[in-house]
């Protein structure tokens, strides 16, 4: 069931939070993407939602409960108004448990075929599958905790403050690794589900490349598109 999600969800968004992983070894330049193809009517845009979420959530719930990692493998489906939000797509989960893949307006209209929104999908619902919410979490209290530690010993004032700075940069230590493990997976489930990951990767081409910046949150473009490519190779 698609829901339409005006406000706030009330979980810890794990918006596609990548990791710092060091830098893999000199890659075969990547192909350009073809030619981008134009925009869809608004019309078309909401058919191709529609049928996407069809197909691409009962797969990505298979995989959810094969991999025996969580519990709760019901996906909720949202759409998010909010304007603010600009292009994007997250996972976090409902005060009940249950995982949810939101969706802002601004990516359902920026997606140029099926093959794009259903690899959008098939992420989103990786970062469940493999349990990043609370990795992150686990990672944000230790590095709150070494931080806050260290900050005692040296004498530090302000421990408190420490501990935050400990906890955010924790946060972000593994999220790169992160989105190329929901890159990986999400390959598979997009492709059992029956579309093109390869053609869905494209989408990575139309957002602002995050380089490969120290503690950022995700990886560059490219080491993402390499990752698709090498798992649809295997498949």
Do not use: W
């Amino acid at each position: 069931m698609i829901r339409f999600l005006p406000l706030v969800l009330c979980a810890v968004i794990s918006a596609c939070s990548p990791v710092l992983v060091e830098a893999p070894p000199p890659q075969p330049v990547v192909q350009a993407a073809a030619p981008v193809a134009p925009r869809l009517s608004q019309r078309q845009a909401v058919e191709n939602f529609d049928f996407v979420v069809r197909r691409v959530k009962p797969v990505a719930e298979q995989f959810c409960r094969r991999s025996g990692q969580q519990s709760n493998c019901d996906f909720q489906i949202v759409i998010d108004t909010r304007a603010e939000r600009g292009v994007n797509a997250f996972q976090t989960l409902d005060r009940a448990g249950r995982p949810v893949i939101g969706f802002t307006v601004p990516l359902i209209a920026e997606a140029r075929n099926r093959d794009e929104l259903a690899f959008v999908m098939a992420h989103e619902a990786a970062h469940h599958i493999r349990g990043h919410i609370a990795r992150q979490q686990q990672n944000a209290a230790v590095g709150g905790l070494l931080v806050g530690a260290l900050a005692g010993a040296l004498g530090a004032a302000d421990i408190e403050s420490a501990q935050r700075i400990g906890a955010t940069v924790g946060a972000r230590t593994y999220s790169k690794e992160f989105e190329l493990e929901a890159d990986a997976l999400g390959t598979r489930i997009a492709a059992a589900a029956g579309f093109d990951p390869l053609r869905g990767a494209e989408f990575f081409f139309r957002i602002p490349d995050p380089g490969d910046r120290f503690l950022g949150t995700h990886p560059p473009n490219a080491d993402r598109v390499r990752t698709v490519q090498r798992v649809a190779a295997g498949l």
